[in-house]
């Protein structure tokens, strides 16, 4: 599905209030989300602030938070373990360090910074959140829901918590569960685009597919360029034998996001489906490549090379019998 709560979307989301929140208590600071090319200055004033006073906690944090919304994540840690030793009781930093693990895959150590947060501030939604996400990246889904359930007990309005709840219910194969939750995001924030694609992604499990074509179209709506939206659909319709749609948004997807493994999987079943074996087996191999423990490309390769050769044994029988048939006829 929509991959890593591309979901690190998802997880990116759950982080913004952080991030608004870190800015506010920031010292030499007053600004709210500066825009990209800005946070270099935001380096810049927070270096001022160390240079002045090296033991201003707050300085080394706000630092540290301007190198997240870079994606330099193992200087954001090392900024955040000065914050840390020199204010051990500010839940926010272990949170931002804990994020800054997760982001280089370090779940264990995501997982045990954001307790640490949850343990000196219990009354955060977001660190409940986040907490859930590294319990799922572990593959412990249970546990993320009781998380989720934690983070929206605190804030009936956390859009991103029914989310990534949704997500888990999905996992454990409860689908509906999973679409009611995308449908108390969509009515808390309409413009949702993950919200309506992974909704319409539920509904496709389900069988639903017009409805979940109509929801990864609204996805489309409102983000043109969402490859994930994209091939959902384009599975849907394949689902429904319109297999030239499903090749059109799965070149679509491909040219969006040329890693998506699935999309050139769906698109070859469409052009097999078609009896365009030759272009098919070419999208199985691009699946295998991208995904070389997609098993279902491997049995989708083996039906189309099959395909092929009964298409080339049968024409070439026809061609054979023609021939004969003008020999005889002189």
């Known amino acids: 599905m929509n991959t890593k709560r591309t979901f690190a979307t998802v997880i990116l989301a759950a982080m913004a209030s952080c991030a608004m929140a870190h800015c506010a208590h920031a010292s030499n600071a007053d600004v709210n989300a500066p825009e990209n090319h800005e946070y270099q200055e935001e380096i810049a004033k927070s270096n ?62 995501e997982l045990d910074d954001c307790t640490k947060a949850t343990v000196l501030d219990p009354k955060d939604a977001a660190a409940w959140l986040i907490r859930g996400s590294a319990y799922g ?71 639903h597919l017009q409805k979940g074509i109509n929801d990864c179209s609204a996805a489309i709506s409102l983000n043109p360029n969402y490859a994930w939206a994209y091939k959902h659909r384009g599975w849907m319709y394949g689902s429904l034998g319109q297999f030239q749609k499903e090749i059109d948004d799965s070149t679509i997807a491909i040219n969006l996001d040329a890693k998506i493994a699935d ?22 191999w691009k699946a295998i490549f991208s995904d070389p423990a997609d098993m279902n490309a491997y049995d989708l390769l083996l039906r189309a090379q099959l395909g092929q050769f009964e298409q080339v044994f049968v024409n070439g029988t026809k061609d054979i019998n023609h021939f004969l048939n003008q020999v005889i006829g002189q």
């Open 137 to 207: 990246e572990l593959g412990q889904y249970e546990k993320e829901l009781d998380d989720c359930n934690t983070s929206i007990g605190l804030d009936p309005k956390y859009e991103q918590a029914y989310c990534n709840r949704a997500w888990d219910f999905e996992k454990l194969g409860q689908y509906q569960r999973g679409i009611d939750d995308y449908t108390q995001a969509i009515n808390i924030n309409p413009k949702n685009s993950v919200a309506f694609c992974n909704r319409g992604w539920a509904h496709g499990k389900l069988g």
């Open 48 to 109: 001022r602030a160390i240079l002045a006073n090296p033991e201003d906690a707050k300085a080394y944090a706000h630092r540290g938070w301007a190198l997240e919304q870079l994606g330099q994540y193992r200087k954001e840690i090392d900024d955040f373990n000065i914050a840390i030793k020199l204010d051990p009781k500010n839940a926010r930093d272990f949170l931002h360090r804990g994020w800054a693990f997760g982001q280089l895959g370090q779940y264990e150590k």
């Open 263 to 284: 999309a050139y999987r769906h698109r070859g079943f469409a052009k097999a489906k078609l009896g365009n074996f030759e272009s098919a087996i070419d999208d199985y």
